[in-house]
């Protein structure tokens, strides 16, 4: 089996996983944990892996300078990215939540413009503005059932924050990425960030009772930490390295039809006419801004 083969099954498995989350991580919530105190369960659980594999893996010192860059990734990209996902996923459906973290390339399109001064084309500008249309309406519209979306207004607003805070995190950690090898840097994000939503979480998971916790949702809890954080991102370091990155965004498009799929048949959310014309719309949106510009070839 050759190594683009491997990376697609790779790749598969990161949607897969990732779809999977938004129903698996709401069900835990906040029957078994509260938001917090899953997030801090969750970045302890993958800090402690990543160390396990640095311990076999590379041995790299990271730069005193270089620490600034990292708290900065791990706040954008571990602390206030999950806490404002949990909080709002547990907030809304499972669909909606989905469908608002698409509009992750539309923002660090506008971030790029804003801060790397990247040219925006006109093709890019009436993308960012279909896709924060549907943004908008999903936001302010999308609704779902009262007994597991109790405020999806505020949630949908979370969520959409969320998206925005790990478009930051990709501005932030690119020129990281580039000097150090990605488990070490992951250890040491994930340690910062461990500190940062200790606070938030601790009483949370102090607060638990793990012996009332039957087997089925300490298995959730075990794959939110170990395939939809850990496991994602090792698998998503081999496919990134393999294939084009069009090719990975299209699995990263994937998720929201196959979260829909999983929170449809595990009837935790539903579709209605709201969702399904505000997810067009964000589509549209991200395919303009992700669009290729052709250069125009002048001839002789």
């Known amino acids: 089996m050759s190594r683009r083969t491997l990376a697609l099954i790779a790749a598969s498995f990161v949607a897969i996983f990732y779809g999977a989350n938004f129903s698996i991580a709401k069900d835990v919530m906040p029957h078994y944990v509260q938001p917090y105190g899953f997030i801090l369960l969750r970045v302890l659980g993958t800090a402690i892996l990543f160390w396990l594999i ?21 706040f954008f990209g571990v602390a206030f990215n999950m806490l404002t996902f949990f909080v709002g996923l547990n907030l809304t459906t499972p ?7 698409v509009t992750a390339p539309i923002i660090v399109m ?3 413009a804003i801060f790397l001064k990247e040219k925006l ?25 009262h007994l597991t979306a109790t405020n999806p207004t505020l949630g949908n607003f979370l969520v959409f924050v969320n998206a925005a805070s790990y478009a930051c995190y990709i501005i932030v950690v690119k020129k990281i990425t580039q000097k ?11 340690t910062i960030g461990l500190v940062l939503v200790l606070p938030f979480g601790l009483h949370e998971v102090l607060e638990m009772t793990p012996e009332a916790i039957p087997v089925s949702g300490l298995l959730k809890i075990g794959y939110v930490v170990l395939f939809a954080t850990f496991g994602t991102y090792v698998l998503n370091i081999f496919a990134i390295r393999e294939l084009k990155p069009t090719t990975v965004a299209v699995f990263i498009y994937l998720q929201p039809l196959l979260a829909s799929v999983f929170a449809i048949a595990l009837g935790s959310d539903s579709l209605d006419i709201v969702k399904i014309f505000a997810t067009l719309l964000i589509f549209v949106g991200v395919y303009l801004v992700t669009k290729p510009t052709e250069k125009v070839k002048f001839q002789d």
């Open 54 to 74: 640095g311990f076999l893996g590379p041995k790299e010192k990271i730069q005193k300078k270089d620490f600034i860059r990292i708290a900065g990734a791990a």
């Open 110 to 112: 506008i971030l790029s």
């Open 95 to 101: 669909i909606s939540a989905s469908v608002l973290m």
């Open 180 to 190: 150090y090898h990605p488990f070490t840097f992951m250890k040491w994000m994930y």
């Open 121 to 145: 084309r006109f093709l890019k500008i009436v993308g960012i503005l279909v896709g924060l249309a549907g943004t908008l309406l999903i936001i302010l519209y999308g609704k779902g059932n």
